[in-house]
C-alpha cells in the first residue's frame, strides 16, 4: 500500500510540476513539459521494481488527484 501511495504521489507532483510550475514559473513551452511529464513518468515505472497493476493504479490515482489540484488552485486563482 505504501508503494502506491509514494508512486501516486510522485505522478500528481510531476504532473503538477508540467503543468503549472514549468509553463508558468519557467516560461518552458507546454509541449515541452507535456514530453517531460511523460518522459518522467515513464522512467520511473520502468526503473521501479513495482508489479504492472501496481504501477496503473498509481499513475490513475495520480493523474485523477494531480488534476483535482489543477481544477482547485484554477478556482483559487481565478476568485483572487
Known amino acids: ?4 501511495i509514494r508512486s501516486t504521489l510522485v505522478v500528481a507532483m510531476s504532473l503538477y510540476l508540467s503543468i503549472i510550475f514549468l509553463p508558468e514559473v519557467l516560461h518552458v513551452n507546454e509541449t ?13 515505472f520502468i526503473k521501479s521494481n513495482n508489479r504492472w497493476w501496481v504501477n496503473l493504479v ?23
Open 1 to 4: 500500500m505504501l508503494i502506491v
Open 32 to 44: 515541452v513539459a507535456k514530453y517531460l511529464y511523460i518522459l518522467f513518468v515513464g522512467l520511473w
Open 58 to 80: 498509481s499513475l490513475i490515482l495520480g493523474t485523477v488527484i494531480g488534476i483535482f489540484v489543477f481544477i482547485a488552485l484554477l478556482e483559487f486563482t481565478e476568485s483572487i
